[in-house]
Protein backbone atom coordinates (compact mmCIF):
# COMPACT_ATOMS: atom_id res chain seq x y z
CA UNK A 1 0.00 0.00 0.00
CA UNK A 2 0.92 3.44 -1.20
CA UNK A 3 1.38 6.06 1.79
CA UNK A 4 2.60 9.59 1.09
CA UNK A 5 3.34 11.27 4.57
CA UNK A 6 4.34 15.05 4.77
CA UNK A 7 5.49 17.16 7.67
CA UNK A 8 7.61 20.55 8.15
CA UNK A 9 4.41 22.89 7.83
CA UNK A 10 3.97 26.13 10.75
CA UNK A 11 3.45 29.15 10.92
CA UNK A 12 6.01 31.47 9.65
CA UNK A 13 6.69 35.44 9.26
CA UNK A 14 6.64 36.81 5.76
CA UNK A 15 9.82 36.65 4.35
CA UNK A 16 10.67 33.66 5.75
CA UNK A 17 11.53 30.09 5.00
CA UNK A 18 10.38 26.50 5.36
CA UNK A 19 11.56 22.82 4.65
CA UNK A 20 8.36 20.20 3.76
CA UNK A 21 9.44 16.65 3.24
CA UNK A 22 6.94 14.10 2.42
CA UNK A 23 8.21 10.57 2.73
CA UNK A 24 7.05 7.81 0.36
CA UNK A 25 6.40 4.16 1.52
CA UNK A 26 5.09 1.02 -0.24
CA UNK A 27 6.26 1.99 -3.96
CA UNK A 28 9.34 1.85 -5.33
CA UNK A 29 10.40 5.66 -5.38
CA UNK A 30 12.53 6.03 -7.88
CA UNK A 31 10.18 5.16 -10.48
CA UNK A 32 7.95 8.11 -8.83
CA UNK A 33 7.24 11.42 -10.37
CA UNK A 34 6.73 13.38 -7.60
CA UNK A 35 4.84 16.95 -7.58
CA UNK A 36 3.94 18.89 -4.54
CA UNK A 37 0.45 20.81 -4.81
CA UNK A 38 -1.07 23.17 -2.18
CA UNK A 39 -4.74 24.13 -1.07
CA UNK A 40 -6.87 27.25 0.26
CA UNK A 41 -10.45 27.31 0.69
CA UNK A 42 -12.57 28.10 -2.36
CA UNK A 43 -9.57 27.57 -4.72
CA UNK A 44 -8.73 24.82 -7.20
CA UNK A 45 -5.77 23.05 -6.27
CA UNK A 46 -2.58 24.42 -7.18
CA UNK A 47 0.49 22.57 -8.31
CA UNK A 48 3.78 24.12 -7.49
CA UNK A 49 6.59 22.22 -8.05
CA UNK A 50 7.13 18.87 -9.83
CA UNK A 51 10.22 16.74 -10.37
CA UNK A 52 10.36 13.33 -12.38
CA UNK A 53 12.39 10.56 -11.53
CA UNK A 54 14.94 11.80 -13.64
CA UNK A 55 15.55 14.86 -11.37
CA UNK A 56 13.43 17.62 -13.94
CA UNK A 57 12.31 20.19 -11.97
CA UNK A 58 9.52 22.80 -13.12
CA UNK A 59 7.86 25.57 -11.39
CA UNK A 60 4.86 27.82 -12.08
CA UNK A 61 6.05 31.72 -11.85
CA UNK A 62 3.79 31.97 -8.82
CA UNK A 63 6.57 30.23 -7.25
CA UNK A 64 10.16 30.40 -9.23
CA UNK A 65 13.09 31.11 -7.68
CA UNK A 66 11.19 31.18 -4.03
CA UNK A 67 10.78 27.36 -4.16
CA UNK A 68 13.42 24.30 -4.77
CA UNK A 69 11.82 20.81 -5.31
CA UNK A 70 14.03 18.00 -4.20
CA UNK A 71 14.62 14.74 -3.71
CA UNK A 72 16.83 11.61 -2.09
CA UNK A 73 15.79 8.16 -3.48
CA UNK A 74 17.78 6.89 -1.11
CA UNK A 75 15.93 7.89 1.41
CA UNK A 76 12.20 7.69 -0.43
CA UNK A 77 11.93 11.55 0.22
CA UNK A 78 10.80 14.85 -1.54
CA UNK A 79 11.44 18.16 -0.23
CA UNK A 80 10.09 21.40 -0.97
CA UNK A 81 11.93 24.74 0.34
CA UNK A 82 10.01 27.61 0.74
CA UNK A 83 12.32 30.88 0.85
CA UNK A 84 10.97 34.41 0.85
CA UNK A 85 7.63 33.35 2.26
CA UNK A 86 4.59 35.70 1.21
CA UNK A 87 0.86 35.78 2.85
CA UNK A 88 -0.34 34.61 -0.09
CA UNK A 89 1.88 30.91 -0.05
CA UNK A 90 -0.65 30.63 3.24
CA UNK A 91 -2.30 26.55 2.21
CA UNK A 92 -2.48 23.37 3.25
CA UNK A 93 0.47 21.61 1.07
CA UNK A 94 0.12 18.31 -0.21
CA UNK A 95 2.31 15.76 -1.40
CA UNK A 96 1.47 13.73 -4.66
CA UNK A 97 3.12 11.10 -6.95
CA UNK A 98 2.39 9.14 -9.49
CA UNK A 99 4.55 6.31 -11.27
CA UNK A 100 6.48 6.44 -14.61
CA UNK A 101 4.36 3.68 -15.41
CA UNK A 102 1.08 4.05 -14.17
CA UNK A 103 -1.47 6.75 -14.50
CA UNK A 104 -2.60 6.30 -10.82
CA UNK A 105 -1.95 8.76 -8.48
CA UNK A 106 -0.91 8.87 -5.00
CA UNK A 107 -1.88 11.79 -2.13
CA UNK A 108 -0.90 12.68 1.22
CA UNK A 109 -3.13 14.18 3.49
CA UNK A 110 -1.24 17.31 3.20
CA UNK A 111 0.81 20.01 6.29
CA UNK A 112 -0.48 23.48 6.17
CA UNK A 113 1.71 26.08 6.34
CA UNK A 114 0.38 29.67 7.25
CA UNK A 115 2.30 32.69 6.53
CA UNK A 116 1.41 35.96 8.90
CA UNK A 117 2.68 38.57 10.94
Known amino acids: QVQLVESGGGVVQPGGSLRLSCVAS????????MRWYRQTPGRERELVAS???????DYPDSVKGRFTISRDDRKNVVYLQMNNLKTEDTAVYLC???????????WGKGTLVTVSS
Open 96 to 106: NAKPQVSDTEY
Open 26 to 33: GVRFGLLH
Open 51 to 57: ITNGGRR
